[in-house]
């Protein structure tokens, strides 16, 4: 039987401008295919989730703005219970301006709006949800004591806890001891392990060193160039498929909430990574990031439940 997902994350709304190339500090460039998208990566995580067939719960917030009631009818209609999905008064959604290249490359600034009114006792008021999750899932676009404190509380409970620690920031030791699989990129694995900028990045040795932070199980993902998963005294690259990709906006996420709903469906821990990767395989040659994101029938691969 399915267990559910919890997310407990952010909800943006995503204004999004293509350009050929991505503009130098002081220079202008023209822009084309101008979107109003919904993301964030709590609510990208969730929405991929329950396209391939998970049972979500959202915890989180938005404002009480036209991005904020568009956000939660999106996460509503994906079949996700949003109880749990706060409106804050005279708060603004949090928005991602992204710009992609052509290239498909992106960059991105966020302004966290009303995600950083995410407090303890919100997180709290969600707790029986939290303790009857199969798995919760963080990201680090809220407020960090919110964060640490869903994850105690799934920790307490004896609920695998998965954290994509994006964007970037220092972590505190005890919340990497609460955490069981680390999904971080090279950029968020080079900054967790403190790497000199520009330095070279071996993932074989880095999913190692994470794994002496405190999670038993580490994720790395490399984009076109697969995974290292790193857990239970093995260490190994596991390749991805080839695509021609469009816009890899929300890939990473992409791949999180179908690790996700792979897993809590029965999935060992190599079958939902390839399950993953094959999800975030579809959503690179598509443009946008939750628009992209594909539903279980169009995965030739089928979950395989745990040996």
């Not at 992204?98 to 009114?117: E, H, K, S, T, W």
């Not at 002496?212 to 993902?221: A, C, F, M, R, S």
Request: charged fraction near 10%; aromatic fraction near 2%.
């Amino acid at each position: 039987m399915s267990r559910r997902v919890v997310v407990l994350g952010s909800v943006n709304t995503d204004l999004v401008l293509r350009c050929s190339q991505m503009p130098l500090p002081g220079q202008t460039v023209h822009g084309r295919d101008f979107q109003t998208l919904p993301g964030g990566k709590g609510a990208n995580q969730a929405v991929a989730a329950a396209r391939l067939g998970a049972s979500v719960s959202f915890i989180g917030c938005v404002g009480d703005d036209a991005f904020g009631h568009n956000a939660r009818r999106i996460l509503a209609a994906e079949g996700m219970d949003t109880q749990h999905l706060h409106s804050i008064s005279g708060a603004s959604t949090g928005v991602a301006m992204i710009l992609v290249d052509d290239a498909a490359q992106n960059c991105i600034v966020l302004d966290a709006g009303a995600n950083a009114a995410l407090s303890i006792a919100q997180v709290d008021a969600a707790k029986a949800t939290i303790q009857d999750a199969g798995l919760l899932i963080c990201q680090l676009e809220c407020p960090l004591p919110a964060v640490q404190h869903g994850i105690a509380l799934a920790h307490a409970a004896g609920v695998p806890v998965l954290l994509n620690p994006a964007p970037t920031q220092a972590l505190p030791p005890e919340l990497l001891a609460q955490v069981d699989v680390l999904v971080p990129n090279e950029t968020e694995a080079a900054a967790l392990l403190q790497l000199a900028p520009g330095a070279a990045f071996d993932a074989t040795a880095a999913a190692d060193r994470l794994r002496t932070l405190g999670p038993p199980t580490v994720i790395i993902t490399l984009g076109a160039h697969g995974v290292q998963l790193a857990c239970d005294g093995s260490n190994v690259h596991l390749e991805a498929p080839v695509v021609q990709a469009v816009d890899t906006t929300g890939a990473g996420d992409t791949f999180i909430g179908a690790y996700a709903a792979a897993w809590c469906g029965g999935a060992s821990m190599t079958a939902a990574i390839a399950y993953a990767q094959q999800a975030a395989a579809i959503s690179v040659t598509r443009a946008g990031a939750q628009a992209a994101m594909p539903r279980s029938s169009e995965l030739p691969l089928k979950v395989s439940g745990r040996p």
